[in-house]
């Protein structure tokens, strides 16, 4: 992998870690990243092999004392704490549900940030975040970092697809630093040069429903029940399970309120960017996470390759019994798409540049 020029005299720590999609568009434009703060140590091994220097830590948030991440950063003189905080909580289901009570995971990111004082903090999240619980979690993160004297810069509804990810994605980021306001880099990709699921994936090996390439353990993908391959075969490219026959369709479909759901058991289209890949992507049933042309829902790597992570990203050791489709999925789906990574990362490269008076507007 080729790496951009290093950032001299800065350290990088990533909470909420994952399989390294934040910290690794990190490592692609120079930084040090230190080490990454995941609670999951099933995904090890995908952080430290594709991101050399970096240590894993297996902890929680919750159990990790500043005076850890003060040994972390060293003696850097630009620190960097870099986080997504789990989103589940901020979506529209979970609060419908009840569910989840992990956005309290975003005070005590908030907590970290007061008692090391970072020079720069950076958070990627849904837009939801804005206004859940009527704002009030977003905006108690938001004065703990002014309180604190960080300029603080929110993206609320950030494109994916302008920066390069072919996935219809919306996102809100983040970034505060104590040296001044930060620009988000501009957009590196009209709406004539957005990226397309066939971009991304049109010259992936063929596998069938439940199959798994020889070349690449990743292309794999889950199997199909017989009622779910004919719904396959009955959908087109883009379309919903509207245009299926009356005997395909499943129960639920029939009442008024499942109507509403139109993405379920869908292909993606060639020419168009992919859905938002999401923890569920390996289920044709479980949103537009249909090949465009092959019966199957879409393999793994395909799935990591619509998240920018690049083509031999290694995400289980090969020499060990592969992780299930469903973790794995969990590992991509949760992922900050590299490539959105990649531009928060330059932009707080040249708001560093700036900041040392490298780099004259």
Known sequence: MKFGKRVDDCAVVDLFAGAGGLTHGFV????????????????????????????????????????RLQELFGG??????????????????????????????????????????????TMENVPRLKTYEDGEVFQAFVNTLESNGYYVTAGHRIYAPEYGVPQHRYRLILIASKFGQVEFLRPSHGPARFRTVRDAIGDMEQIDAGGVSENDPLHRTMGLSPLNRKRIRASEPGGTWFEWPDELRAACHAKESGKTYKNVYGRMSWDEAAPTITTQCYGFGNGRFGHPEQDRAISMREAAL??????????????????SITKLAQSIGNAVPVALARMIAKSIRLHILEHRGWLHR
């Open 28 to 67: 692609r434009e120079g930084f040090p990243v230190v080490a990454g703060i995941e609670a999951d140590d099933d995904f090890r091994y995908a952080y430290e092999s594709n991101n050399p220097g970096a240590a894993f830590i297996h902890a929680k948030i919750e159990d990790i004392a500043p005076e």
């Open 306 to 323: 619509l998240q920018t992570f690049p083509k031999d990203y290694a995400f289980f050791d090969p020499r060990s019994d592969p992780l």
């Open 76 to 121: 850097a003189s630009v620190r960097v704490l870099a986080g997504c905080a789990p989103c589940q909580p901020f979506s529209a289901y979970t609060r419908i549900q009840g569910k989840h009570k992990n956005w309290q995971l975003l005070y005590q990111f908030g907590w970290l940030v007061e008692a090391v004082q970072p020079e720069i903090v």
